[in-house]
């Protein structure tokens, strides 16, 4: 009885090795396609070659909220090569690098981390053309 326990251990663990090995957990953590704003997070997915677009958020304006719950909604239908990343508006440094006045903005950047493109919109469609 105790060498079949040891056994279904055995196949256990190294079921669980494979497991570990198959699903690349050595492999980089995959950003969602909608979400919040780090500089690493910024810095990683333009260094893998994404479309980056900046919104600015503030939780006191209704277009953003109404805009982030939409973002949330239809995460699945943002492009794949294409990360939307929810930035607070009241940070200040970002606001000024970009030049931002009011929230539910959305910035485009390049690789550099340069704006390329802006606008407000409260639909995905809108972020898609721009990104195009």
């Known amino acids: 009885m105790l060498k079949r326990k040891i056994y279904i251990a ?3 663990f190294v079921c669980l090795i494979a497991v570990v090995l198959f699903t690349g957990c050595s492999k980089k953590t995959k950003v969602p396609a909608y979400t919040g704003y780090s500089i690493e997070k910024l810095q990683s997915e ?3 070659g994404k479309k980056v677009v900046l919104f600015f958020f503030a939780n006191w304006d209704p277009y953003s909220v109404t805009t982030d719950t939409r973002m949330q909604i239809r995460e699945k239908e943002i492009p794949k090569d294409v990360v939307i990343m929810r930035t607070d508006f009241d940070n200040s440094k970002l606001r000024e690098r970009y ?15 340069n704006e390329i ?4 919109a409260r639909e995905l469609e809108a972020l898609i053309e721009n990104v195009k």
């Open 10 to 12: 055995s196949l256990l």
């Open 46 to 48: 333009l260094a893998d």
């Open 99 to 113: 030049k931002v006045e009011n929230p539910h903005l959305f910035i485009y950047v390049d690789k550099d981390g």
């Open 117 to 120: 493109t802006r606008w407000t």
